[in-house]
Nanobody
Framework: QVQLVESGGGLVQPGGSLRLSCAAS????????IAWFRQAPGKAREGVSC????????YYADSVKGRFAISTDNAKKTVYLQMNSLKPEDTAEYYC????????????????????WGQGTQVTVSS
């Protein structure tokens, strides 16, 4: 069975940093695209970052470029999202998602393009 479990969320002050982890089981990361999404109350789920493990290509939403970094440790079957210079608008529930190969429908940040999802971890940026 394919499972994704997020961890690392919490409360942080503006300008602070957090590292989220997504532990995977039931499959090898090498064959998958892994993405991070986030969803704030009353807002649509939006893509944050993703990595294509077929070639290592990474993608970032404009809102997080230069602040967030996605990486993988295939031996540990874990995907990380390093978040620096956090802003209040980064507050959301963060989810990891996986799809074999490329996500359905083209593009990288369509939630419907991913079949496997974690349960989420809350990130709150507030002073």
């Amino acid at each position: 069975q394919v499972q994704l479990v997020e961890s690392g969320g919490g409360l942080v002050q503006p300008g602070g940093s957090l590292r989220l982890s997504c532990a995977a089981s039931g499959f090898t990361l090498d064959s998958y695209t892994i993405a991070w999404f986030r969803q704030a109350p009353g807002k649509a789920r939006e893509g944050v970052s993703c990595i294509s493990n077929s070639d290592g290509t990474t993608y970032y939403a404009d809102s997080v470029k230069g602040r967030f970094a996605i990486s993988t440790d295939n031996a540990k079957k874990t995907v990380y999202l390093q978040m620096n210079s956090l802003k209040p608008e980064d507050t959301a529930e963060y989810y990891c998602a996986a799809e074999i190969g490329a996500p359905y429908g083209g593009g990288w940040f369509r939630p419907s393009g991913y079949d496997y999802w974690g349960q989420g971890t809350q990130v709150t940026v507030s002073s």
